[in-house]
């Protein structure tokens, strides 16, 4: 970061301790994760300069499919961008199998608003997951773009065991004969048995959409029923397990792949961010090596190791545990005592550990306060940490939880903490640089 540092010396100090945030904390956000050097440069580079708008194909009038030897842009001087677009867009669909890839969503809520005008109209029915049940904002909050312009009606969880019903799920479906069904959320610990939702959705006769962003890497790996043969579009994020760069991307059959591309754009954006789309197929290049199917082993293998560590110390996990990436503590109520999840997140940042505050199913407290702390494997996992390290990271949780009002106890496990993280080197070669 020479230049920066010498040009704006304000804007790089913020960066630079960014850079050493992210190395000497624990990242436990289920979100969140760290890429590749290749995959920084790609997002770090020139080709942030270049309007693309439109795609690197053109469909062919005689035969209605894409043609990668037409022209589809906008604006001249697109030949060699040309080539990085092809190259994620051909990697995304090997990588999951599908029929056509749009990579161009600036991030995953822009995929999902472009996937739902694709197979719906302002005005119908989504049935989707509840936001204080694991769903995200884009699948029906009031406050976002799907809850103001389509008719939501919520699916949660079962009370006892906390997970889908599908049963419960059907009945709703039959009563609402809701336009369109959607699953895929942010904080579900279970895996989602796609084939049920498409069976609901045949018998209702509603599209069904999947938003893998949390998955997409398991997804990828084979370590979670893939959504392709089940979904008519499916939307996701690029940078959670999958460990691309910050964006989106949608997954459809062919039959969408129009209305898909028309309201990524213009529908909905305007030029894409080709320096992004660049690092998506550095990111999707990875993704198609054995080692990222060990990785994505691992982050399971971690969870899993996580979760159970912490039920023996006594927290009491959502649904009893996890068989994905992440976990939810739940973290009791107010009567109950302890800290809310609001709370826990600002004690476990006093301890050098990342992670956010959750509602658990059926919270008691208000959203922004909420009762759980959501935790999640892939970034310490990119680290090299194992099941041992898991064990030890069960244990500081435990500490700050136990001590969540001893400052002094806190600030002493942060250092312990940085001390466990240098262990595990990241991006010490840009750390070294911008000593
Ligand atoms: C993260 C997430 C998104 C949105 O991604 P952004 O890139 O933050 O817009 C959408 N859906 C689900 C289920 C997610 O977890």
Redesign the pocket.
């Known amino acids: 970061m020479k230049f920066l540092k010498k040009q704006d010396p304000e804007l790089y100090a913020a960066m630079h301790s960014e850079l050493k945030r992210q190395s000497e904390n624990l990242e436990m956000i289920a ?1 969140e994760n760290f890429v590749s050097r290749a995959v920084l440069e790609a997002a770090g580079s020139v080709l942030t300069n270049k309007y693309a708008e439109g795609y690197p194909y053109r469909w062919s009038k005689k035969t209605d499919k894409i043609n990668y030897k037409l022209y589809g842009r906008y604006y001249g001087g697109c030949e060699f961008i040309d080539e990085a677009e092809k190259l994620a867009i051909e990697r995304a669909k090997e990588i999951f199998g599908a029929e056509h890839a749009n990579v161009q969503p600036h ?4 995929a ?1 608003m472009a996937a739902y005008f694709a197979i719906i109209n302002p005005g119908d029915t989504i049935l989707s997951l509840e936001l204080s049940h694991g ?2 904002l ?2 029906g909050h009031p406050l976002s773009f799907s809850g103001s312009l389509f008719n939501i009606v919520p699916y949660g969880v079962n009370k006892e065991t906390e997970q889908f019903d599908y049963d419960e799920i059907r009945k709703i479906a039959l009563e609402v004969k809701p336009q369109m069904i959607l699953t ?3 904080a579900y610990p279970r895996k989602i048995d796609f084939a049920k939702f498409r069976e609901i959705a045949d018998e209702v006769n509603a599209k069904f959409v999947v ?1 893998m ?2 998955i997409a890497g398991l997804i990828a790996a084979g370590l979670h029923q893939s959504p392709i043969a089940y979904a008519d579009i499916i ?1 996701t ?1 690029t ?2 397990t999958l460990r691309g760069p ?3 991307m949608i997954l459809c059959k062919e039959e969408y792949a129009k209305a898909v591309d028309r309201w990524v754009f213009p529908g909905t954006q305007g030029g894409p961010l080709m320096h992004i789309i660049a690092a998506k197929a550095a990111a999707f290049k990875e993704a198609l090596t054995p080692e990222f199917k060990e990785y994505q082993k691992q982050i399971i293998i971690n969870a899993t190791s996580l979760a159970q560590t912490l039920s023996e110390k006594d927290f009491n996990l959502v649904s009893g545990g996890t068989d994905t990436h992440l976990m939810l503590i739940n973290l009791g109520t107010e009567e109950e005592g302890g800290p809310s999840g609001k709370k826990m997140e600002g004690c476990l940042d006093k301890a050098g550990i990342t992670a956010n505050k959750n509602t658990v199913p059926f919270d008691t407290r208000k959203p922004f306060v909420a009762s759980g702390i959501r935790l999640g494997t892939p970034a310490v996992t990119t680290r090299g940490m194992k099941e041992e390290q898991m064990k030890q990271i069960a244990e500081f949780i435990s500490q700050v939880h136990i001590n969540y009002q001893d400052e002094e106890k806190l600030f002493a496990i942060k250092k312990e903490v940085r001390e466990f993280c240098s262990q595990f080197p990241l991006y010490a070669d840009l750390l070294n640089e911008n000593k």
């Not at 991030?107 to 822009?110: F, R, V």
Request: proline fraction near 0%; aromatic fraction near 0%; charge should be positive.
């Open positions: 979100s991030s995953g809520s822009q999902n769903g995200h884009t699948h895929g959320a942010s938003d962003a949390h939307t994020t940078h959670k910050r964006g989106g």
